[in-house]
C-alpha cells in the first residue's frame, strides 16, 4: 500500500511559478517511478512529467519541457513538479501517480498502482 498526497497548488497569475509537492508513505519501496497527470475541465487526463525513483531519469510532455522540472528528494519520499512560466493552458487539477515498474511500461499500458487527490493549479490571463 502506497499513500500519495499532492500540496503546493493554488492560483497565479500568467508567467507566473508554482511549485506542486507529491509526498509519498507507506510501501515506497515497491515504487519505481512516478508520474504526475493533470486534467482539465471538459478534457481527459494527460500526461505532465515523470520521474524514477531514485531521480536518475526525468520525462516530459512536449508542452511542459523548458518550463516545468520534476525532481525528487530522496531524504523525505517526495517527488516536486517545478512550474515555471506558468500560461492560461496549464489551468487543470494535478494528480501524482505511482508505478511499480518503468515509465515506458505503465505509458504503454496506461497502467499505474495509486493515485494522490489532486490538487487545482489555477493560472489566469
Known amino acids: 500500500q502506497v499513500q500519495l498526497v499532492e500540496s503546493g497548488g493554488g492560483s497565479v497569475q500568467r508567467g507566473g511559478s508554482l511549485k506542486l509537492s507529491c509526498s509519498a508513505s507507506?510501501?515506497?519501496?515497491?515504487?519505481?517511478?512516478v508520474f504526475w497527470f493533470r486534467q482539465a475541465p471538459g478534457k481527459e487526463r494527460e500526461f505532465v512529467a515523470a520521474v524514477t525513483w531514485d531521480g536518475d531519469s526525468v520525462y516530459y510532455e512536449d508542452s511542459v519541457k523548458g518550463r516545468f522540472t520534476i525532481s525528487k528528494d530522496n531524504a523525505k519520499n517526495t517527488v516536486y513538479l517545478q512550474m515555471d512560466s506558468l500560461k492560461s493552458e496549464d489551468t487543470a487539477i494535478y494528480y501524482c501517480?505511482?508505478?511499480?515498474?518503468?515509465?515506458?511500461?505503465?505509458?504503454?499500458?496506461?497502467?499505474?498502482?495509486?493515485w494522490g487527490q489532486g490538487t487545482q493549479v489555477t493560472v489566469s490571463s
Open positions: 507507506g510501501r515506497t519501496s515497491g515504487i519505481w517511478t
Open positions: 501517480a505511482s508505478s511499480d515498474s518503468s515509465y515506458y511500461y505503465a505509458r504503454g499500458a496506461d497502467k499505474y498502482d495509486y
